[in-house]
């Protein structure tokens, strides 16, 4: 009896090691499945993202006659005729150079003032701050075709209607940015502040070199995002601007469009140029915005 049962039982441990291992391969190729849709979907969501630039740059290239044939990606005899009629109509390099000085502009200022006020937030105490931030935060429900007329309003009682400070000064503060950079700050621990304190530093000397260094993924996320804002902004620039010197990319494309005809190659060869630049930014920046949401919790 005692040899039987070891023989039993040495027979069935093969038994349970192949059928582990079979459940191995089987979960294995579940997972490689799982993988493999994934990888379509993500694949297939890419296609579709990335078609709507394909059209642009394909149509933007396409002779004007043939556009009339219907839709093509193929495109038999390319040509640059397009973006020679778009440089002859519009002044493009006056206008690219000011969208990029307002845009930049724009940025950097809506960096200083957010990260600090939100160190400000972040990190010293005062009566009233959660009240405060509230309220910060409710204006970003504010929609900005409701803020147009008294914008207007306040920038011809100020004379600076059709000016670079008119379209600059409305985006100097952004609560957005406020709230992204907080939110990164939190993140920082307290001691770091005690220690330096300690130390002698002041609130000056910890916001300059230490907290923003920490927060420059955060600060990098806000800077795209600025630049992108300011970049693609149509609405305040069609209604504060009158002189052509002042146009932006947005109101120099919409320009292109015709009462009754629409040469769409040209649109779309200008479409193109004012994509490429924040195309160029994002492909640097995009580290730093994935690992500026991470830290900030955002999605």
Excluded: C
């Excluded at 190729?29 to 890419?46: Q, T, Y």
């Amino acid at each position: 009896m005692p040899d039987s049962t070891v023989l039993t039982q040495s027979t069935r441990a093969p038994q349970a090691h192949s059928s582990s291992k079979a459940d191995k391969v089987t979960s294995s190729r579940r997972l490689s499945g799982r993988s493999l849709v994934l990888h379509a979907l993500v694949v297939l969501g890419a296609i579709m993202m990335l078609f709507p630039f394909l059209w642009t740059v394909v149509t933007s290239i396409t002779p004007s006659g043939t556009l009339a044939s219907g839709p093509s990606l193929l495109v038999k005899d390319p040509t640059l005729d397009a973006y020679r009629k778009l440089f002859d109509s519009l002044p493009v390099g006056r206008i690219i150079a000011n969208s990029l000085f307002i845009a930049i502009a724009t940025t950097v200022l809506q960096l200083l003032t957010s990260s600090m006020a939100a160190y400000a937030f972040s990190r010293i105490a005062f009566r009233g701050k959660n009240v405060v931030f509230a309220l910060y935060l409710a204006t970003m429900m504010i929609p900005m075709q409701v803020l147009v007329v008294p914008l207007f309003i306040q920038m011809t009682e100020f004379k600076l209607n059709d000016t670079y400070l008119s379209l600059i000064a409305p985006t100097i503060a952004a609560a957005f940015g406020i709230f992204l950079v907080k939110q990164a700050m939190d993140s920082i621990p307290r001691d770091l502040d005690e220690a330096a304190t300690l130390d002698g530093a002041g609130h000056l000397r910890i916001f300059s070199t230490m907290i923003l260094p920490l927060t420059k993924a955060s600060l990098a996320t806000l800077a795209v995002f600025a630049f992108m804002g300011s970049w693609n902004s149509f609405l305040w620039p069609l209604v504060v601007i009158r002189s052509p010197e002042f146009m932006t990319l947005p109101l120099g494309l919409a320009t292109l469009k015709g009462q009754y005809t629409t040469e769409w190659d040209v649109v779309m060869a200008g479409s193109v140029m004012s994509i490429i630049p924040i195309a160029v930014i994002y492909l640097f920046a995009q580290k730093h915005i994935i690992e500026g949401m991470s830290h900030t919790g955002l999605k």
